[in-house]
Nanobody
């Protein structure tokens, strides 16, 4: 059974940092990524990393502030978020799939989500 378990969300002041972790169990994946959904908005792509680490991509809104790392031995992906802004407030979802893509359609498995709240 495939499971993606996220951790690390919470409340932080603007300008602060948080790290989100996602552990995948049940199998390995070609790509793992993060998406987020703010209240009243559609879910959007944040970042992905391929299993080799050779391919990463970021949404324009987080480039230069967020970094994604993978640990194949632990089947874990980490999203390091720096210089957080109130507009980063959202539920963050870990996803795993078969194609390095910013499209949700490329991801077959999803975590339950973890809340990130950035206060101004």
């Amino acid at each position: 059974q495939v499971q993606l378990i996220e951790s690390g969300g919470g409340l932080v002041q603007a300008g602060g940092s948080l790290s989100l972790s996602c552990v995948a169990s049940g199998r390995t994946f070609y790509v793992m990524g993060w998406f987020r959904q703010a209240p009243g908005k559609e879910r959007e792509f944040v970042a992905y990393i391929s299993s080799s680490g050779a391919w990463t991509d970021y949404a324009d809104s987080v480039k230069g502030r967020f970094a994604i790392f993978g640990d194949n031995a632990k089947n874990t992906v980490v999203l390091r978020m720096n210089s957080l802004k109130p507009e980063d407030t959202a539920v963050y979802y870990c996803a795993a799939g078969r194609v390095s893509s910013s499209s949700e359609d490329s991801y077959d498995y999803w975590g339950q989500g973890t809340q990130v709240t950035v206060s101004s």
